[in-house]
């Protein structure tokens, strides 16, 4: 059974970072590609950053050079550090890959408020 876990959100202040977890099982996570997404309210999901098997990124440009996607291949976990976070970086973030199908987590919150 394929699983992704996302974890790490929270509520951070303006300028403030956080760095968001998504932990996979029931893949062979190491030639998958996985990808953030997120989806504010009232607003349609976004592709945030990915990442290739062999670690090439690709980031929207709202985020470039504030975040920074990652991936421990023995740990099955592909990581997403959110620096100089912005109010409208609110929103609920999904991680993603394809595995025999496209494949979601649940998404974990980030708030961005003073």
């Known amino acids: 059974q394929v699983r992704l876990v996302e974890s790490g959100g929270g509520l951070v202040q303006p300028g403030g970072s956080l760095r968001l977890s998504c932990s996979v099982s029931g893949t062979n996570f190491k030639i998958t590609s996985p990808a953030w997404h997120r989806q504010a309210p009232g607003k349609e999901r976004e592709l945030v950053a990915s990442i290739s098997s062999s670690g090439s990124t690709n980031y929207a440009d709202s985020v470039k050079g504030r975040f920074t996607i990652s991936r421990d291949n023995a740990w099955n976990t592909v990581y997403l550090q959110l620096d100089s976070l912005k109010p409208e970086d609110t929103a609920v973030y999904f991680c993603?890959?394809?595995?025999?199908?496209?494949?979601w987590g649940k998404g974990t919150q980030v708030t961005v408020s003073s």
């Open positions: 993603n890959l394809f595995w025999r199908g496209d494949r």
